[in-house]
């Protein structure tokens, strides 16, 4: 997020129970790879089934501490969505509302930098969320997986195009696939994506 929204953001919320999220991390070696699974591919109207927080600290992925949330089936979850995330209503059973999990991932990621595949698309779903509840978008810095892996291309084969399919990364990078399409799955394998990256930079 830009510095100046930011500060405008904090001066709206800085008295709120969110105020935290507004400041800069103080430790730089603390991030948190995310993950979401939705119902859809459009931003506008895709609705959220599950997100997963995974911590990298000090370029160590702390899978053990991750954090796994999913939600009430919403109306939208078919047929379509199923064959993707496997969520099937029976197992969104126990699911929160979505207030519920979206207070509980931000009180997790804290104003830490969010590390992600596609980070961008899983950041305009939660914003939709969060701008309707909490009357803000998250200002975390985020750090967006398949722009570091072309940058780390280029400078070492700057001759090959990148194929930028999530699994042909991983191989490349030696990274096992962890639970493809599910939201702690990926979330995981993008921490280990991150550190693999940032070892071989």
């Known amino acids: 997020m830009h510095t100046l929204k930011r500060i405008w953001q904090r001066h709206r919320h800085g008295d709120g129970p969110f105020s935290h999220m507004f400041e800069l991390p103080a430790d730089a070696d603390e991030l948190v ?3 979401c699974e939705t119902t859809g591919l459009d931003v506008r109207r895709a609705e959220l089934v599950s997100v997963a927080a995974v ?52 009180a997790f990621i804290d104003n830490r930098p969010l590390v992600g595949w596609c980070l961008s698309f899983d950041m305009a779903i939660l914003n939709r969320y969060t701008k309707t509840l909490f009357g803000f978008e998250i200002p975390n810095r985020r750090i967006e997986l398949s722009n570091l892996y072309q940058k780390r291309l280029r400078h070492r084969q700057p001759e090959q195009v990148a194929d930028l399919r999530f699994e042909q990364v991983a191989a ?13 799955g990926d979330a995981t394998t993008a921490a280990l994506m991150y550190t693999r990256l940032m070892e071989k930079s």
């Open 33 to 35: 790879a995310i993950d």
């Open 55 to 106: 911590p990298i600290s000090h370029g160590r992925v702390r899978a053990g501490a991750a954090l796994s949330l999913h939600l009430q089936a919403p109306a939208s979850l078919d047929a379509t969505s199923i064959r993707i995330h496997r969520l099937r209503p029976v197992d969104l059973r126990e699911g929160s509302d979505v207030r519920r999990v979206l207070e509980q991932l931000l």
């Open 172 to 184: 490349d990078l030696g990274v096992p696939v962890m639970g493809r399409h599910s939201a702690r």
